[in-house]
């Protein structure tokens, strides 16, 4: 059983605080997402959890076990029992493929008909076979990628951890990974977390996902449907996809944009407010279509994007995206030419309040 | 946790080993390089129980000592201009022309490399020393010319031949960079009209500038502290430089105080001048470097040579066959001769000279062995201290690590004949340990000498080692000290193995630190060939130079060999 769980730890570089007093509970068997943008310190908490860097303050524990804390005597990575598939990948140049991925099995003491039966296994289970004696420099970057993570696996471990390790992959090999590292965390009832800043990464895979800021703090944690469509604060809500926001104001009744056209949507109270939602989440229609409730605009730019029609649409100086699919427009007649006048309308929106977005630098 | 390793070291015992290492590291250098320096500027400073400048300036303008520092100015001057001349036409003839043989003219423009200079300087000799070198003899008896046509015993002849040997260090440089220029910077200039000749003064010089400055600088470097050539050529006009005349001065008056003193301000003198060359160079280098070099290999176009062609590749190959191969043959046969002097004829020569110095002669036979075994002495030592202390700096995070880069850079700067003289200071018995007269003074001398070989071989090699890969091996499980067995060793050992015969086989030739240091019986090959010279047997000092010839040139071609398999295997 790996359970990780992180009891109000703190690390610190110098003067800078990379994080304080965070705590975080992930149960065995779950594939957990640490999601922030880069250097907010999400790889620093995966160098924690494996033991390659120690806390100034608070407790790690796996298992059960505390492997780590401020007081020092730390369990080292070695016997932490963990498997880790880095970003640079960290293959062996030395080492044939077969080589890399019987180490650990190597220095767990197992040899003979043991030795070779489970690193094929783990050669097969990446789709490797074949290639067992090629050195790492005749290997692409894909295959490369696949033999840390045979090799992060070959050992049974009951925690893996994964830092950004698809990053430098092309789009579908990243696709087809990301299938197959869910796949082998199901059939071997293992905890992976896993460390990236690609929200679409962490949408597809996870169980549950953290949402981590650039001061180290955690916004929020949840399953991906939660996370996307109740975000907790604006930073999660803009980290998460293109985002759009709309200030408001109150003027007597209602709530006004722009240069005071009337906006119908009632905010859960309070005056000033910030209207935030993405581009599919925006109605665009001609002005003579429109009816209440939607407000006056103009098309700013156009960009056919194949299946998507991507539009910059100005309401009174403020700037938004929008996207509709090519054959929805088509057929619409939703096809609108730069400068030209149109209506634009919302499916939902999010709620924030003025000083939250100023705070995030919005609006 | 005072000191804390990077993700390698860390834990697992991280402290002690981690201290240990930083502590033996300082420990080594501090003792081996720092002492000896420290302990030269002290001489040369405090005088009269006192930090004294005026006494310093007073042996500066002492007539011997003043014209020693001009000579040695002069000597590298010209030999800078010179070499920088020859190795960058050449350099441009190999890589941007349209010569015949170019390859195999690379590689033998490379030759003088392995070739000991001062081995160079006595072939020299031997063919135009005013009144028995061969070739003046044969223009005065043969050709009936009234005085010698050449006399290599002056400025010019010194500065010739160490022009010969020295070259290499631009050519090597700007080949590099010529070979590395991106077209496109010459292309874009053709297609604005420009023609070739205006491509090549205001385009390509001066984007290789930067190069041959820093060859340049390196040869002027080399000569200043240039022992070898000046001790065969220049002693018999009276013309000293400051290490002939610092060996001069400690040689004779076998360490009096005055001596001393005057040998530490002048080493003092090129320890300065040493480090500003070397903070000049890497300013340079780190201005240029970007510029020119785009990473890739290229064609450059190549200038087409028409009718000169022939003529130049008649040109390249006399120079190769007058510097190199004469100068080698007339070692060899001279080393067969009974007697020095005699014609070149077949009655005169015999083995017998090479028989009497490898089998019967003892002094020479010691010589060899004390070589060889210093050679592998030093070799290793330095090889493991070097890969410790690039360990060190490259890869760990402690605390006084500054003091250790620091320390590291010292071996860079400081001249054999500097060393020399600070080991003497160090270890003759004044602080305890005396090693003078003994072989281990000359192993603790070489070991300062080529620690900046190891530790420019390791740090490279360690480099290429990610901190991941370590981690990856420690998340394997494997304890700190399987992961640096596994894993650091294995990469880093063709540093390690390129460390070793960089020190091994220049060690077989060394003459500047040996020449100070050595006993009746720990003479070394090249304080052998030096004082057998000296001597008068001058056939028997051939013999036993052709012997080391033998030898470097064989130990560099199996390395050769050996790299060369090891690369085209990994690739």
């Known amino acids: 059983m790996a359970t990780i769980q992180l009891d109000g730890v703190g690390k610190r570089y110098g003067q800078k605080n990379v994080f304080t007093d965070l705590s975080l509970t992930v149960p065995h068997g779950e594939c957990f997402t640490l999601l922030g ?201 803009s980290f998460m996809g293109m985002a759009n926001f709309l200030p408001l104001r109150r003027a007597g009744e209602n709530l006004t944009a722009g240069d005071g056209q009337p906006f119908p949507f009632a905010p859960p109270g309070g005056d000033d407010y910030v209207a935030g939602f993405r581009p599919s989440d925006v109605i665009l229609v001609r002005p003579d279509k429109a009816g209440a409730g939607f407000l006056r605009g103009r098309v700013r730019r156009t960009s056919f994007l194949g299946a998507m029609l991507d539009y910059l649409v100005e309401i009174d100086g403020v700037l938004l995206r929008t996207a509709l699919e090519s054959h929805f427009a088509l057929e619409r007649g939703l096809v609108f030419s730069e400068g030209e006048e149109c209506a634009v309308g919302f499916h939902s929106l999010h709620w924030f309040t003025r000083t939250e977005a100023a705070k995030a630098g919005i609006a | ?244 005349l610092i060996y001069e001065r400690i040689h004779q008056s076998a360490g009096s105080f005055a001596s001393i003193r005057t040998g530490t301000v002048l080493a003092s003198v090129l320890v300065v001048s040493a480090a500003c060359i070397i903070w000049l160079q890497n300013r340079i280098l780190t201005r240029g470097r970007y510029q020119i070099i785009a990473g890739k ?113 010292l071996p860079f700067s400081v001249p054999g004949s500097v060393i020399a003289l600070g080991v003497i200071l160090a270890w003759s018995g004044k602080y305890g340990i005396n090693l003078y007269n003994t072989v281990w003074i000359i192993l603790v001398a070489y070991i300062a000498r080529y620690m900046a070989f190891s530790l420019k071989a390791n740090s490279a090699a360690l480099e290429q080692v990610h901190d991941s890969l370590v981690e990856a091996a420690r998340a394997s499980g494997a304890s700190m000290w399987q992961a640096l067995r596994d894993i650091v060793l294995p990469l880093v050992r063709p540093g390690m193995l390129a460390a070793f015969f960089l020190i091994f086989l220049p060690s077989l030739r060394e003459l500047t630190v040996s020449i100070m240091l050595y006993a009746p019986t720990t003479r070394t090959i090249g304080v052998a060939i030096y004082t057998l010279n000296e001597d008068g047997e001058t056939v028997i000092s051939a013999a036993l130079a052709g012997v080391a010839l033998i030898l470097i040139i064989s130990g560099q071609t199996l390395i050769n060999r050996f790299t060369e398999s090891a690369s085209s295997g990994k690739g």
Not at chain 2, 357 to 377: C, M, P, Q, W, Y
Request: glycine content about 10%; aromatic content about 10%.
């Open chain 2, 1 to 244: 946790m005072s000191a804390r390793g990077a993700g390698g070291l860390r834990g697992g015992g991280g402290f002690g080993a981690a201290g240990v290492i930083l502590t033996l590291s300082i420990g080594i250098l501090i003792i081996v390089v720092a002492v000896p320096v420290l302990l030269i500027f002290f001489n040369a400073f405090w005088a009269d129980g006192s930090f004294n400048v005026r006494d310093v300036i007073r042996v500066l303008r002492e007539p011997d000592t003043y014209q020693a520092l001009l000579n040695s100015l002069l000597i590298a001057c010209g030999t800078t201009t010179g070499s920088t001349i020859i190795g960058t036409f050449f350099a441009w003839l190999v890589t941007r022309t349209d010569l015949p043989f170019k390859r195999f003219m690379k590689g033998m423009f490379l030759v003088p490399f392995m070739l000991p200079s001062f081995i160079g300087a006595l072939a020299w000799k031997m063919l135009f020393s005013p009144r028995a070198g061969y070739i003046n003899r044969f223009f005065m008896d043969t050709l009936g010319f009234e005085n010698p046509i050449f006399n290599i015993y002056s400025y010019a002849g010194i500065i010739a031949v160490e022009c010969m040997y020295l070259f290499p260090f631009v050519f090597i440089q700007v080949c590099g960079a010529l070979e590395r220029m991106d077209p496109t910077l010459e292309e874009s200039a053709r297609i604005s009209g420009a023609g070739l000749f205006t491509i090549t003064t205001r385009i390509t010089i001066p984007l290789v500038l930067p190069s041959i400055l820093s060859g340049a600088l390196l040869i002027m470097l080399y000569s200043m502290a240039h022992f070898g050539t000046v001790a065969v050529l220049g002693i018999e006009n009276g013309i000293f430089n400051i290490p002939t």
């Open chain 1, 37 to 237: 943008p880069s250097g907010c310190g999400k790889t620093v908490l995966l160098r924690l959890i494996a033991g390659f860097e120690d806390p100034d303050s608070g407790a790690i524990s796996i298992g059960g076990e505390t492997v780590a804390s401020a007081s020092g005597d730390n369990l080292p990575p070695d016997r932490r029992d963990l498997g880790v598939v880095f970003q640079d990948y960290a293959v062996w140049p030395h080492m044939t493929v077969f080589r890399n991925i019987s180490y650990p099995l190597k220095l767990a003491g197992i040899g003979g008909k043991e030795l070779e039966e489970r690193t094929q296994r783990a050669v097969d289970l990446v789709n490797l076979g074949g290639l067992e004696q090629r050195l790492p420099s005749e290997l692409s970057g894909g295959q490369q990628q696949r033999v840390a993570l045979a090799r992060a696996l070959v050992a049974n471990p009951s925690l893996m951890l994964l830092d950004e390790p698809l990053s430098n992959l092309d789009a579908n090999l990243r696709e087809e990974m990301r299938f197959e590292i869910k796949e082998l965390q199901r059939k071997l009832d293992i905890t992976i977390f896993y460390v990236t800043h690609d929200q679409e990464i962490a949408l597809a895979i996870s169980d549950r996902i953290a949402i981590m800021d650039d001061k180290g703090r955690i916004s929020q944690i949840g399953a991906p449907a939660d996370i996307y469509e109740r975000p907790a604060n604006i930073f999660v809500f």
């Open chain 2, 297 to 409: 290999s290229f064609r450059p176009m190549e200038l087409k040579l028409r009718g000169l062609r022939l003529p130049l590749l008649f040109f390249c190959v006399a120079y190769i066959c007058f510097t190199i191969v004469l100068p080698t043959v007339v070692i060899f046969l001279v080393g067969g001769l009974k007697t020095y002097g005699l014609p070149f004829t077949l009655e005169n020569l015999s083995l017998a000279n090479y028989k009497f110095i490898l089998f019967e002669h003892k002094l020479t036979r010691d010589a060899i062995f004390n070589s060889v075994s210093l050679g592998l002495g030093a070799a290793l030592i330095t090889m493991f201290a070097g890969v410790m202390i690039s360990y060190v700096i490259v890869k760990m995070k402690t605390r006084g690590k500054g003091i250790l880069e620091f320390l590291g850079m």
